[in-house]
């Protein structure tokens, strides 16, 4: 019965030595007296007991680690703590078994220094920015140094930037400076709009005083010369009808008669209204026009009777 128990119990190890089911997600590394023999890939395989073994079993799924936050300092000198997410995926299961002690932990550290040295070359405010760009940079500089590895990084994900207590009281002071540059700004904005507001309304005022002035000087003078073509005309009349009746009978001595009496009324209204005595300068000349009055009065006279007698 100990025998048979031991048969027994070798075959059985033996059955499980030999039958191996690779599950669907993984490969198995085989090795044969120590040296690789192939990769199982997902299925069921036979396998020679105590010669061949598994080695190494390999996730084929995508696998995503978490990278640690580490100290980065930017190309403005300025000192923030990144940390990300990788996401890596086994292309070839005998480079990742062979090729590299433990591809999880270098990949991750890879990651720490890559993501070191891209931060390195942005600003801050280009980290916060253009974190495609970086994550980007990252996995390119990450696939490139992994290839001999048998993986694949397909993403990494920057998670958070946090800037030091420094740089956080810095920047609070720049935004604060920036908001009372931007409220500056807004006022002088404001006032200088307003200012020209004011101009444009002072200047459209002037414009309209000027335009309602020649406006009104133009009608005055269309005023005025109305003014003065009616009085032109109505002086011509006066004088074709003077000239007619100077054609008359006894038309210039009427008109001798009329400046006579106009010299005399003139000459009272002076007299009158002069604060000292006025004398004529020639009497004679006066005497003259007294009688010249009354002979033209006598042939006016005259004139009329001899009209009244032929009638």
Known sequence: ?????????????????????????EAFVVERLGRFKGVLEPGFHIVIPFIDRIAYRQELREQV??????????????????DGLIYLKVMNSERASYGIGDYRMASVNLAQTTMRSEIGKLALHEAFSERDKLNDAIVREIDRASDPWGIKVLRYEVKNITPSRTVIHTLEKQMEAERDRRSEVTLATAHK??????????RQEAINLSEGEKTKRINEAHGRAKEIEIVADATARGMRRVAQALARPGGTAAMKMRLVESFIVEFGRITQTARVSVVPGRIAEVESVVSGLSRVADGMNRDTTNGHRRG
Do not use: H, W, Y
Not at 67 to 81: A, E, F, K, L, S
Not at 193 to 202: D, H
């Open 193 to 202: 709009e307003a200012t020209i507001n004011v101009s444009e309304g002072q």
């Open 65 to 82: 680690f978490d990278v640690p936050g580490q100290t980065c300092i930017t190309r403005d000198n300025m000192q923030v703590t990144v």
């Open 1 to 25: 019965m100990t025998l048979l128990t031991v048969l027994l119990i070798l075959l059985l190890v033996i059955v499980v030595k030999t039958a191996v089911v690779v599950p669907m997600r």
